[in-house]
């Protein structure tokens, strides 16, 4: 069974890896490397709770930093250190296939699971959880992540398979967060004004 997803993850991921262009190759490496899109997203979501919730979203965004640090250090230290699967770029057996958009294959040799994947979709959904009532363009987040996602598979870092469990590793880790982050508030609530 597992070689069989394995097979399928394979050819869907050289099908996705083959459809590139000069133009998008540009688009791919700044959406999946460039810090300062990820830092204007994080601001842009730090002023907006700063608007709706004042004061209070400081604690917010204390547990949507912590989240992103959990999705960082699960999808990092025990996904990628337990299961050792190359990334397709490292895969000796793929090596003359894959397209790199004129890169070298940096970055860590094992790609199960996505950190990029992981670490966007748990900020997507803790800020979308936090503000869906409040702004539905928030929405847009989701769209940002499933991009950096591609981009990674585009880049020839991750598997399909690589990206879908990071994504769902990253939602899951950002809805706890934030229930954490509700409980908490609840909690102390009582005892201070947050």
Known sequence: MLDLL???DTK???ALNQTNSPFFD???LNVSYNKILMFGIIMSCFILGIYYF???FFIAFLFCILSFGVSDLVSTRIFKNGFKR?????NPLLSQKVYLAGQNCWGGKYGFVSSHAANTFTVAMFFWLLFRRKNRFIFSLFFYATLVSYSRVYLARHYPGDILVGALLGLSIGYIGFKAYIKIKNHFSKFIYI
Not at 86 to 90: T, V
């Open 86 to 90: 190359l990334r397709p770029c490292h």
């Open 6 to 8: 394995n097979s399928f």
């Open 12 to 14: 869907l991921f050289l």
């Open 54 to 56: 004042k004061q209070k």
């Open 26 to 28: 540009q688009i791919m």
